[in-house]
């Protein structure tokens, strides 16, 4: 059974432009939730998306957002960068909202 | 204002001993957490949870304890063993009874276990 694939791994981009992640679920997760962990903050939650709609959003400014596909798939999108968007992002979904959530690898961003 | 905190950044135990990882939280309203074990270059994975009607939860090498009025909870692993070195983050929600599942982390507990 094939994991959560975050793609790409690695990212490097500069200040000021956008970026757009990818997360695929589990196959017959519903949910997917987007989490950014620094080394200072932690694991910080993003959002979750549970059929298509967003249900819960983390403290992040709106350059931060997301969608969700009907396959499941979803999409993590930050406009304008900043330095301190330089993070691991990562996705995890579960089969039903609040429990079961299986992390993904994460994209490794890196803004300069 | 960090809702879930684990004070300890690392611990160091030798092989075969308990290790225990500790968690505070300031929500009266958490009655959901779990663990969380992350090796590098990995997403984390779920070790074990435990709901707010219970004060303990055990699985294999695991346990974990809560004490709902201190708002403490805590990870033993007992005998810890060398694969066990990693990061251990614990993780807290409202629940169903909120109708959320947010899940707020805290900053983690790196556990290096000594061969």
């Known amino acids: 059974k094939a994991g959560v694939t975050q793609t790409p791994r690695y990212l490097i981009k500069t200040r000021g432009q956008q970026v757009t992640l990818s997360c695929s679920p589990i196959?017959?997760?519903?949910?997917v939730s987007w989490y950014q962990q620094t080394p200072g903050q932690g694991l910080q939650f993003l959002f979750e998306?549970?059929?298509?709609?967003?249900?819960n959003k983390g403290n992040f400014p709106g350059r931060f957002s997301g969608r969700q596909f009907s396959n499941s798939r979803s999409e993590m999108n930050v406009s304008t960068l900043e330095l301190g968007d330089s993070a691991l992002y990562l996705c995890?979904?579960?089969?039903?909202?609040?429990?079961?959530?299986?992390f993904g690898s994460g994209t490794r961003l890196t803004v300069v | 204002d960090q809702q879930v905190k684990q004070n300890s950044p690392s611990l160091s135990v030798q092989e075969g001993r308990i290790s225990i990882l500790n968690c505070d939280y300031t929500?009266?309203?958490?009655?959901?957490f779990l663990w969380y074990k992350k090796y590098p270059a990995e997403g984390p994975t779920f070790l074990i949870s435990?709901?707010?009607?219970?004060d303990k939860n055990e699985d294999g090498r695991f346990t974990v304890f809560l004490n709902k009025s201190a708002k403490h909870l805590s990870l033993h692993i007992v005998p810890s063993q060398p694969g066990d070195s990693a990061v251990y983050f614990c993780?807290?929600?409202?629940?169903?009874?909120?109708?959320?599942?947010?899940?707020?982390f805290g900053t983690g507990t790196r556990l290096k276990v000594l061969a």
């Open positions: 993780a807290a929600s409202e629940g169903p009874a909120s109708g959320t599942y947010k899940y707020i």
């Open positions: 929500n009266s309203m958490f009655d959901y």
């Open positions: 435990i709901s707010s009607i219970k």
């Open positions: 995890a979904s579960s089969p039903e909202l609040g429990y079961g959530y299986t």
């Open positions: 196959s017959g997760h519903r949910s």
């Open positions: 998306y549970f059929s298509e709609t967003q249900r």
